[in-house]
């Protein structure tokens, strides 16, 4: 999600790939295994399954300087069970740039199967300035805040000028208070940051396992440590050109959003549902795009949200986040039905300011420092003007200007071009229809693997897959390379 990315996003909000409501990961006196430089003490926090430790490890701010200022990167780990049949250690990578993993191994052991978990040490990590890793914050107004407004939405007549002094404002805040670490960060810090983890566990070789931004993390780290990769599993697969990076994700949401969009309109015109909208799929995008429209022009109060009215561009913001999974649906629908009848709204959610600030800055940080972006001199304009005739159900906000292009330092390093060199030990997993990380930019990143990866794609809806919104087959096929290696001759493709 970057701003870009739900799970940085709305994740923040509520997620999935990982909370920053973490535990603490303060080493109270603990335990440190024999060939582990990490202690591991308790996870302060509630809700936590009672198997998950936590510790920290200390790694350089600048990878220029190893031996210079350290700063802390937050672990934890559910033990494998059986030692017996333990192969090593699976550390999940995960998403956002932002997102949080510290409470990840408790989520994941309740849907791992049983074999997996006697396999690994599910480990988890939130990376450099997320969450109870040594933080980062631009300090942001309350309104600025807001998704609606992080995103790039043009303004109802397409116009980009409200967005400009928006962007402008974020990169402004972030360069004056976001300090050495935001500008630290970056996903080839991240890769190091993930073998400082490894080398702090004992380990020659990891198994990974990331999802959404953390498929190109690891993909970055598969490629700049390919020595130090045991069974590399990638779900929800991002774009790796690097000519364009998180520039491209973000274009990619208005393909991903035109993928997606009929899983919900068939839901929404199912006959005897509460949640119908229109009595066929072709007449709920209509009824769609006509009430982003009116909203435009009429907005509908909203108090104690953030903002407090319902604009075209909160709905559209709303369709984004609830494509994420089937279980979002009920919720757009029930908005669209509530604005559409003049009944009351459904209550607004969101993540605390104080989550959101540190979650903001760790997206925008990773952003701007992965890659240059044009800056505002560039035609974001005319590139609007065509998406929106184009993608209408995302207005033309994937491809508008960001706090990057405002970002007064240049990246420290180009991007990692992810290439075939290194052992055939990767596994894509990828539904074809997911918002966020579409079908068509997963393969690309099979294509620069070449024949060190193959694709697992999934008929399925959604964003993420392995043992969430994939499917039976497609699940089996990644816990059997977990297990026991096997990937399948060719790609194949999961009806």
Same mark, same amino acid.
């Given at each position: 999600?970057?701003?870009?990315?739900?799970?940085?996003?709305?994740?923040?909000?509520?997620?999935?790939?990982?909370?920053?409501?973490?535990?603490?990961?303060?080493?109270?006196?603990?335990?440190?295994?024999?060939?582990?430089?990490?202690?591991?003490?308790?996870?302060?926090?509630?809700?936590?399954?009672?198997?998950?430790?936590?510790?920290?490890?200390?790694?350089?701010?600048?990878?220029?300087?190893?031996?210079?200022?350290?700063?802390?990167?937050?672990?934890?780990?559910?033990?494998?069970?059986?030692?017996?049949?333990?192969?090593?250690?699976?550390?999940?990578?995960?998403?956002?740039?932002?997102?949080?993993?510290?409470?990840?191994?408790?989520?994941?052991?309740?849907?791992?199967?049983?074999?997996?978990?006697?396999?690994?040490?599910?480990?988890?990590?939130?990376?450099?300035?997320?969450?109870?890793?040594?933080?980062?914050?631009?300090?942001?107004?309350?309104?600025?805040?807001?998704?609606?407004?992080?995103?790039?939405?043009?303004?109802?007549?397409?116009?980009?000028?409200?967005?400009?002094?928006?962007?402008?404002?974020?990169?402004?805040?972030?360069?004056?208070?976001?300090?050495?670490?935001?500008?630290?960060?970056?996903?080839?810090?991240?890769?190091?940051?993930?073998?400082?983890?490894?080398?702090?566990?004992?380990?020659?070789?990891?198994?990974?396992?990331?999802?959404?931004?953390?498929?190109?993390?690891?993909?970055?780290?598969?490629?700049?440590?390919?020595?130090?990769?045991?069974?590399?599993?990638?779900?929800?697969?991002?774009?790796?050109?690097?000519?364009?990076?998180?520039?491209?994700?973000?274009?990619?949401?208005?393909?991903?959003?035109?993928?997606?969009?009929?899983?919900?309109?068939?839901?929404?015109?199912?006959?005897?549902?509460?949640?119908?909208?229109?009595?066929?799929?072709?007449?709920?995008?209509?009824?769609?795009?006509?009430?982003?429209?009116?909203?435009?022009?009429?907005?509908?109060?909203?108090?104690?949200?953030?903002?407090?009215?319902?604009?075209?561009?909160?709905?559209?913001?709303?369709? +984004?986040?609830?494509?994420?999974? #089937?279980?979002?649906? $009920?919720?757009?629908? !029930? =908005?669209? @039905?509530? &604005?559409?009848? %003049?009944?009351?709204?459904?209550?607004?959610?969101?993540?605390?300011?104080?989550?959101?600030?540190?979650?903001?800055?760790?997206?925008?940080?990773?952003?701007?420092?992965?890659?240059?972006?044009?800056?505002?001199?560039?035609?974001?304009?005319?590139?609007?003007?065509?998406?929106?005739?184009?993608?209408?159900?995302?207005?033309?906000?994937?491809?508008?200007?960001?706090?990057?292009?405002?970002?007064?330092?240049?990246?420290?390093?180009?991007?990692?071009?992810?290439?075939?060199?290194?052992?055939?030990?990767?596994? +894509?997993?990828?539904?074809?229809? #997911?918002?966020?990380? $579409?079908?068509?930019? !997963? =393969?690309? @990143?099979? &294509?620069?693997? %070449?024949?060190?990866?193959?694709?697992?794609?999934?008929?399925?809806?959604?964003?993420?897959?392995?043992?969430?919104?994939?499917?039976?087959?497609?699940?089996?096929?990644?816990?059997?390379?977990?297990?026991?290696?096997?990937?399948?001759?060719?790609?194949?493709?999961?009806?």
């Amino acid at each position: 999600m970057p701003i870009i990315n739900r799970t940085a996003a709305a994740l923040a909000a509520a997620t999935a790939v990982l909370s920053l409501t973490a535990p603490s990961a303060q080493a109270t006196p603990g335990t440190q295994d024999a060939n582990s430089a990490v202690s591991w003490g308790s996870c302060q926090s509630d809700g936590l399954d009672p198997r998950q430790r936590c510790a920290t490890v200390q790694v350089p701010l600048d990878y220029g300087r190893p031996h210079g200022e350290q700063i802390t990167v937050a672990v934890s780990r559910i033990a494998s069970g059986r030692p017996d049949l333990r192969r090593g250690v699976l550390l999940m990578i995960p998403g956002g740039p932002g997102g949080s993993g510290l409470n990840g191994p408790s989520e994941a052991v309740k849907r791992l199967p049983q074999a997996v978990r006697d396999a690994y040490d599910i480990v988890s990590f939130d990376p450099r300035g997320v969450g109870r890793s040594t933080p980062v914050s631009c300090d942001l107004a309350h309104e600025d805040l807001a998704m609606v407004n992080l995103r790039p939405w043009p303004a109802p007549d397409g116009g980009i000028t409200r967005a400009m002094d928006s962007e402008r404002r974020i990169a402004a805040a972030c360069a004056a208070n976001g300090g050495p670490v935001l500008r630290s960060m970056s996903t080839r810090n991240e890769a190091r940051d993930i073998d400082r983890i490894r080398q702090a566990l004992g380990e020659r070789k990891l198994s990974t396992w990331g999802v959404s931004y953390g498929t190109y993390a690891g993909a970055v780290y598969a490629t700049m440590f390919p020595q130090h990769t045991d069974r590399v599993v990638l779900d929800s697969n991002d774009d790796p050109d690097p000519s364009r990076v998180e520039r491209g994700w973000l274009a990619n949401f208005a393909v991903g959003a035109e993928d997606r969009f009929p899983d919900f309109a068939r839901f929404a015109s199912t006959p005897g549902s509460a949640y119908r909208i229109a009595d066929t799929p072709q007449e709920v995008r209509q009824v769609f795009l006509g009430l982003a429209d009116r909203l435009d022009r009429e907005p509908i109060p909203r108090p104690r949200a953030n903002p407090e009215r319902l604009t075209g561009n909160v709905l559209r913001e709303t369709m +984004l986040e609830s494509l994420y999974s #089937d279980a979002g649906f $009920p919720g757009l629908a !029930a =908005l669209m @039905l509530a &604005a559409l009848h %003049g009944t009351d709204l459904p209550a607004p959610s969101g993540p605390p300011d104080a989550v959101q600030q540190n979650t903001v800055a760790a997206s925008v940080g990773t952003l701007c420092n992965d890659v240059s972006w044009p800056g505002p001199t560039a035609d974001y304009q005319g590139t609007v003007t065509a998406d929106r005739a184009a993608h209408p159900l995302t207005a033309g906000m994937p491809v508008n200007v960001m706090p990057c292009a405002f970002w007064p330092t240049p990246p420290a390093e180009a991007p990692t071009r992810i290439t075939p060199d290194g052992p055939s030990n990767v596994l +894509l997993v990828q539904n074809l229809r #997911d918002p966020a990380t $579409p079908y068509s930019g !997963a =393969l690309k @990143l099979r &294509a620069a693997f %070449g024949p060190r990866a193959r694709m697992v794609a999934v008929d399925s809806g959604g964003h993420d897959a392995y043992l969430a919104n994939g499917n039976a087959c497609g699940d089996r096929a990644v816990t059997e390379f977990l297990l026991d290696g096997h990937r399948p001759g060719q790609d194949v493709l999961c009806r």
